[in-house]
T-cell receptor, first 110, second 113 residues
Framework: GIQVEQSPPDLILQEGANSTLRCNFSDSVNNLQWFHQNPWGQLINLFYIPSGTKQNGRLSATTVATERYSLLYISSSQTTDSGVYFCAVVSAGNNRKLIWGLGTSLAVNP | DVKVTQSSRYLVKRTGEKVFLECVQDMDHENMFWYRQDPGLGLRLIYFSYDVKMKEKGDIPEGYSVSREKKERFSLILESASTNQTSMYLC????????????FGPGTRLTVL
């Protein structure tokens, strides 16, 4: 089945820094979603982005489906950005469920 | 805003007990999901339901069952809890397709002693 790999696995930033998180997938996808899980465990959907670029405040995401990757940009990071960022895809061959990456754990220090 | 609630934030049970985890969503979503999350393993799908009384196995259904008698409520049942079921359990819902944007509850951290 399709494989989803996220990098880096861990990231530490100083407040105010920018970062790029990457999600690679091994096969064609119908959609891709980015999620943030805060330190208390709450998961929130950030983007639904099968292709193209979307922006929401300091966060933006770009998916290049033909090259099988997506990027999540965080600009001017804040301590509240800390947590785990997950990428999840829907395989073109099986559209019944999301396939999840293992996440990037981000710590933003004041 | 979509709200997904779970019956307990923390739960401690003994080996062999029957455990019920409840999830309720308030946005008339068709699909509901149960995941477990373990360190280093990410999120793994246990079961999902695409309609009342309809269910589909996920990746790790062994040792679990589910019930969806009403559209807004999805229950996860551990028939005989075991220590290897100690985990964080996350419930989610989505509007029309299982792969639409998923909205998550706050999670239940279950410890089986």
């Amino acid at each position: 089945g399709i494989q989803v790999e996220q990098s880096p696995p861990d990231l530490i930033l100083q407040e105010g820094a920018n970062s790029t998180l990457r999600c690679n997938f091994s096969d064609s996808v119908n959609n891709l979603q980015w999620f943030h899980q805060n330190p208390w465990g709450q998961l929130i959907n950030l983007f639904y982005i099968p292709s193209g670029t979307k922006q929401n405040g300091r966060l933006s995401a770009t998916t290049v489906a033909t090259e099988r990757y997506s990027l999540l940009y965080i600009s001017s990071s804040q301590t509240t950005d800390s947590g785990v960022y997950f990428c999840a895809v829907v395989s073109a061959g099986n559209n019944r469920k999301l396939i999840w990456g293992l996440g990037t754990s981000l710590a933003v220090n004041p | 805003d979509v709200k997904v609630t779970q019956s307990s934030r923390y739960l401690v049970k003994r080996t062999g007990e029957k455990v019920f985890l409840e999830c309720v969503q308030d946005m008339d979503h068709e699909n509901m999901f149960w995941y477990r999350q373990d360190p280093g393993l990410g999120l793994r799908l246990i079961y999902f339901s695409y309609d009342v009384k309809m269910k589909e196995k996920g990746d790790i259904p062994e040792g679990y069952s589910v019930s969806r008698e009403k559209k807004e409520r999805f229950s996860l049942i551990l028939e005989s809890a075991s220590t290897n079921q100690t985990s964080m359990y996350l419930c989610a819902s989505s509007l029309n397709l299982p792969t639409d944007t998923q909205y998550f509850g706050p999670g239940t951290r279950l410890t089986v002693l």
